[in-house]
């Protein structure tokens, strides 16, 4: 039985995507092809479709989810400045932490050398590490509680606006070389997520007899979108040394098999057990802790399968026996 106001499904979500991170950080299956032999007309392999398609829903499934929660308790702006606080603080301490990890305290003046040259940019990326989840999940909220206020057809011409703007991002940085409009921190990426999560709200796909044959939907036009994106990519890299990329987030194709994906997990009624209750509860966590333990472990263990298993139990250990005991609950969720 569902418990009242517990949505099970997302339990198992939250535990499988939070993995899904690690084994993309970690390059657990191994790195993707077309990073070795990128051309023009490229066919991507197995591996490719693996990383690019499956890997990286993770960061758009949680941000999908979170807008989605925020949306279906009803909004409200003391909801949004409360939520936007935290991730301030996500934002601001564990990049920090992570720098100061990596280079002691002269990582002090690799973020104050930052701040100098380039200061919006370098607090949306969060100084080049993975926290740049942050501000891109606060930027989606605040888009979201935006899109709570359109009604009707209005919001459907919204969410096809910011879903137009993933291929024109994809044009800028191909034909015009801005480097930004692709790149993995860009938080415009994540924009058609808020529109996304408005609509399965107002809509409740999960509540119909035709949830399993929307979903289906969804994910058919996902591999159309993979199908379009690989026919089109890789994109010249206006990066000097690397001359064509694959964009991480700044694909249609995610925002498809998201919502496809968390479709299904709302209509999942039966309780997780207890190990996936545990990871569901440690997702952030576990997103928080993991770079940590991949830049300690790299240079012991060369094989990337090994280092994503020791990654994900060593986090877990480490969250368990040091990071809940010793930090605010605030910072692991």
Not at 156 to 179: D, K, N, R, S
Request: aromatic share 12%.
């Amino acid at each position: 039985m569902q418990e009242s106001g517990r949505i099970n499904g997302l339990d198992y979500g939250r535990a499988l995507f939070s993995l899904f991170v690690v084994l993309w950080h970690t390059h657990a299956p191994g790195s993707p092809d077309v990073w070795k032999s990128a051309t023009v007309h490229y066919r991507p392999s197995g591996l490719d479709l693996l990383n690019f398609s499956v890997l990286l829903v993770a960061v758009p499934f949680f941000v999908l989810t979170s807008c989605y929660l925020y949306a279906l308790k009803g909004g409200g702006s003391g909801t949004l400045t409360k939520r936007l606080r935290r991730l301030a603080v996500l934002g601001l301490f564990w990049p920090v932490a992570y720098i100061i990890f990596a280079s002691g305290y002269g990582g002090i003046d690799t973020i104050w050398e930052a701040l100098s040259k380039t200061p919006f940019k370098s607090v949306i990326y969060a100084f080049g590490t993975v926290f740049y989840f942050f501000f891109a999940l606060g930027a989606a909220l605040v888009l979201t509680a935006l899109l709570l206020r359109t009604r009707g057809v209005v919001t459907w011409i919204v969410f096809l606006l910011l879903c137009a703007g993933i291929p024109v991002m994809q044009w800028l940085t191909a034909e015009h070389a801005v480097e930004w409009a692709t790149a993995y921190w860009n938080p415009v990426n994540f924009f058609p997520y808020a529109g996304a999560a408005i609509l399965l709200v107002r809509h409740r796909p999960e509540r119909s007899s035709q949830s399993l044959a929307c979903a289906t939907a969804l994910l058919l036009l996902s591999v159309a979108c993979i199908c379009l994106e690989w026919w089109t990519q890789p994109i010249p890299n206006p990066v000097p040394g690397e001359s064509l990329i694959v964009p991480p987030y700044t694909r249609l194709s995610l925002v498809g098999t998201s919502a496809a994906a968390l479709i299904l997990l709302l209509c999942l009624k039966r309780p997780a057990g207890p190990v996936v209750r545990f990871m569901a509860r440690n997702s952030l966590a576990l997103y928080c802790v993991h770079p940590f333990l991949v830049l300690w472990l790299l240079p012991k263990i060369g094989s990337p399968a090994l280092l994503g298993i020791a990654t994900i139990l060593g986090s877990y250990a480490a969250i368990a026996l040091v990071a809940r005991p010793t930090l605010n609950r605030a910072l692991l969720g």
